[in-house]
């Protein structure tokens, strides 16, 4: 969702209220914390609460979950024995997302920055442009219906500084630093059903709020061991100058630096610990990877409107898978896919109908039925521009997402090795 849809939505929302809320002053609510200033635009309809935490949940886990682009170098060395000299030992660049098992080395050093920037467009199905946030409708009595409408505009923006240094051969370590931007503009409405004489509705209450929030994220430290088991190639001495790809270990720990409030980190310490697998064969690289991460503390939501009952989500399954292809010494072509579920006990975005004999309820919250997933392709290219300088460009476009998500994230970065 752009800018010119909460525009238009504008518009459109001022034509519907003009006649009958021509006195209606709209509530303005700018300078909170990006979580209160969400609660005062939610509250303006039906279903306040399981659509705050929706949104507030949704982006500090869309925020907090994005992948930063693998921080390990793209080069490795060996020492040639004919010629005397280092030389690259990989016919590719690697994975952008990916882990891949080769290990950069002895005392070699990697660092970089990777900028990725998203506007979301949807909350699981629904459209952040123009979203009907709940409705009360009394039996037989269809002018006493409460209408909440929901316009936003939500964004963030990360440029993630990240290095990474060869402890032995066979042992990595790496630091990733986001800085993270989240903002939102937003309208939100009650609109009663009492018709007057142009057959329109009276907007009862309508709100505006804005939010910006800037400032560091959740910390990522890495760790990698590439184990001594090589399944794709063997060690002897005419394999020296080529990686046969192998089984190692990751482990990530992402610190809760972020500011929970204002929806640039979660608020809890992360742990993943994954099983890398990668090969080779001529100009094409594979790799993938599966692990767990343990999280320290549940993150709850509320689940009704009201806020009274409430449910929780907890640790997160996590999967990537890759390959890529070198046509020339200076480029590689990527395509990653990566997945998440997000587990506890709910997830999914849903839209709840409650019927009873006098009236019927619907309002948008998180459910308390399934875990929250993601299915994400990444495609994209690395360029050695010149010597050890790498130029990536990747785009992060989801194919199943039932959270809060963006339909084409794009990421550039750069890399250097040394």
């Not at 123009?130 to 964004?155: F, Q």
Request: proline letters at 5%; charged letters at 20%.
């Amino acid at each position: 969702m752009r800018r010119g849809h909460v525009v238009l939505a504008s518009v459109l929302l001022t034509l519907v209220v003009w006649e009958p809320a021509s006195a209606q002053t709209p509530v303005i609510e700018e300078g909170l914390p990006l979580a209160e200033a969400l609660e005062a635009l939610t509250t303006t309809t039906v279903s306040p609460f399981s659509l705050r935490d929706a949104l507030v949940v949704g982006t500090q886990l869309e925020v907090g979950t994005t992948p930063f682009g693998t921080g390990s170098s793209a080069f490795s060395f060996v020492l040639d024995p004919v010629t005397g000299v280092d030389v690259r030992t990989p016919t590719t660049f690697g994975p952008a997302f990916a882990e891949r098992v080769l290990t950069s080395g002895k005392d070699k050093v990697s660092v970089g920055l990777n900028f990725i920037s998203a506007t979301y467009d949807k909350l699981g199905d629904l459209s952040l442009g123009r979203m009907d946030a709940g409705s009360i409708a009394v039996t037989g009595d269809p002018d006493k219906t409460l209408t909440g409408t929901t316009s936003l505009v939500l964004s963030s923006q990360s440029l993630v500084l990240f290095g990474s240094v060869g402890l032995t051969d066979d042992l990595d370590f790496g630091v990733a630093v986001p800085f993270v931007t989240v903002a939102f503009d937003g309208i939100g409405s009650l609109e009663n059903g009492y018709l007057d004489a142009a057959g329109d509705g009276e907007v009862v209450r309508l709100v505006e709020a804005t939010g910006r929030s800037s400032g560091v994220g959740d910390v990522m430290l890495s760790a990698k061991y590439r184990l001594p088991i090589r399944p794709f190639g063997d060690d002897d001495e005419a394999d020296v100058l080529h990686d046969p790809g192998g089984l190692g270990l990751l482990v990530r720990a992402r610190i809760p630096t972020g500011e929970e409030n204002n929806l640039r980190g979660l608020g809890i310490t992360r742990v993943l610990a994954s099983l890398l697998v990668s090969g080779s064969a001529g100009n094409f690289g594979f790799h993938g990877n599966a692990g767990f991460e343990w999280w320290s503390n549940d993150i709850p939501f509320r689940t009704d409107s009201g806020g009274a009952a409430q449910s929780n989500l907890r640790h997160m399954v996590e999967y990537v898978a890759g390959v890529d292809f070198t046509p020339i010494p200076e480029m590689t072509f990527i395509f990653d896919v990566l997945g998440r579920h997000v587990r506890g006990d709910g997830g999914s975005i849903v839209e709840t109908e409650i019927v009873s004999p006098t009236s019927t309820i619907s309002f948008v919250g998180m459910s308390a039925l399934d875990s929250l997933r993601k299915l994400t392709v990444a495609p994209g290219l690395k360029w050695a521009v010149k010597g050890n300088l790498l130029v990536s460009v990747n785009a992060l476009i989801p194919v199943d997402d039932n959270g809060l998500h963006d339909e084409f994230t794009p990421v550039v970065g750069l890399a250097w090795g040394f």
